[in-house]
Nanobody
Framework: QVQLVESGGGLVQAGGSLRLSCAGS????????MGWYRQAPGKQRELVAV???????NYADSVKGRFTISRDNAKNTLYLQMINMKPEDTAVYYC????????WGRGTQVTVSS
């Protein structure tokens, strides 16, 4: 059974930093494209960042230069380092594994106060 569990969310002031983690079981991150998505109230879920084969990364324009996605294959954990955060980053952040099937975590709330 595949399980993805996000952690590290919370309340931070604008300009602050957070690091999200996504721990996986039943699936090997190194063989899948891993991504972070977010969904703000009243909005559709959107891509934040993905990391694929050979650790190639891609970011939404809104987070380029501020967010960094990475993974530790030995720990089977995905990370999202967020700096210089803005109120518009407020959302529930989800981890996703894309391989033969798609798997989602339950999300972690991130709130950025102005």
């Amino acid at each position: 059974q595949v399980q993805l569990v996000e952690s590290g969310g919370g309340l931070v002031q604008a300009g602050g930093s957070l690091r999200l983690s996504c721990a996986g079981s039943g699936i090997l991150f190194m063989f899948n494209t891993m991504g972070w998505y977010r969904q703000a109230p009243g909005k559709q879920r959107e891509l934040v960042a993905v990391i694929g084969g050979s650790d190639m990364t891609n970011y939404a324009d809104s987070v380029k230069g501020r967010f960094t996605i990475s993974r530790d294959n030995a720990k089977n954990t995905l990370y999202l380092q967020m700096i210089n955060m803005k109120p518009e980053d407020t959302a529930v952040y989800y981890c996703k594994a894309t391989g033969r099937y798609d798997y989602w975590g339950r999300g972690t709330q991130v709130t950025v106060s102005s």
